[in-house]
């Protein structure tokens, strides 16, 4: 009988060495990295949403306690402010919403791709193309990968746009581009905010809304129709816009 329990844990043993060989270890890393993930996602998501429950309920609560004793209000609506920073020319229209690290925005046009400094707008290094960008994505490494509307793949680096490889692909990118024009600003990207922002692009115009009641938070209205918004730059406490030729920055400020 312990002979056999002791086989039976060999092979169990011998199962699971098998097991390791042919998956590898880092397939066994990267289920416990995705459950994980899975695991602080959910724990954050319902955490944010408790937390955005109670603060709304105690506004409330402490809202109605001084309106009966006092008749004021005491919390009233934040309000944003949308300020124009620095702008600067760009010769061709853009095609995509611009993107960005923590030290450059990349802007894509039909025939190249330029790295703007976010502190003054001054222009790093063009990147010549000679087929259409399809889509253009930030890699590890400080590295910046465009694939273009003719299946090739560069890889740049991000502080000089020197090549550094490319690629030809067996494969049509979709070239169907979208505008960024809805998109949330959270209470962990923006600390000082009440409450998590919603950001609606309509043509000129940029509306802030608040996520609880919908209510305008903010407003900015530019004297062009504006072709695209990046997301939310945490560092800054801004966004970029291109219009009419330009690239410029908007300022997210706390009114007082």
């Excluded at 199962?15 to 602080?40: C, D, M, P, S």
């Excluded at 609606?200 to 900015?220: C, P, Q, R, T």
Aim: with cysteine; aromatic share 12%; hydrophobic share 40%.
């Amino acid at each position: 009988m312990r002979q056999r329990i002791t086989a039976i844990i060999f092979l169990i043993l011998l199962g699971g060495i098998t097991i390791y060989v042919w998956k590898g270890k880092n397939w066994f890393a990267e289920q416990h990295y995705l459950q994980r993930t899975k695991n602080e996602a959910f724990i954050r998501n319902e955490l944010k949403e408790k937390f955005l429950q109670l603060q709304d309920q105690s506004q409330e609560l402490l809202q109605d306690f001084m309106d009966q004793a006092y008749g004021i209000s005491l919390l009233p609506d934040q309000q944003l402010e949308l300020t124009a920073g620095w702008s600067v020319d760009i010769r061709e229209t853009p095609i995509f919403p611009p993107i960005f690290d923590y030290k450059y925005i990349y802007i894509a046009t039909p025939s190249q791709l330029s790295a703007i400094s976010k502190k003054n707008g001054e222009l790093q290094w063009n990147f010549r193309l000679e087929s259409t960008p399809a889509r253009i994505e930030l890699l590890d490494a400080n590295r910046l990968l465009v694939l273009s509307t003719a299946g090739e793949l560069h890889c740049l680096h991000r502080n000089t746009g020197s090549l550094l490889w490319l690629k030809e692909l067996t494969c049509e990118p979709d070239i169907e581009f979208k505008k960024n024009n809805l998109f949330q600003i959270s209470l962990n990207r923006y600390q000082r905010l009440d409450s998590s922002i919603i950001l609606v692009l309509s043509k000129n115009e940029i509306y802030l809304l608040n996520i609880f009641d919908g209510e305008l938070a903010g407003k900015y209205e530019s004297d062009d129709e504006i072709d695209f918004i990046s997301e939310f730059d945490d560092i800054e406490r801004c966004i970029y816009l291109t219009h009419k030729g330009r690239l410029s920055k908007l300022n997210f400020r706390i009114k007082a």
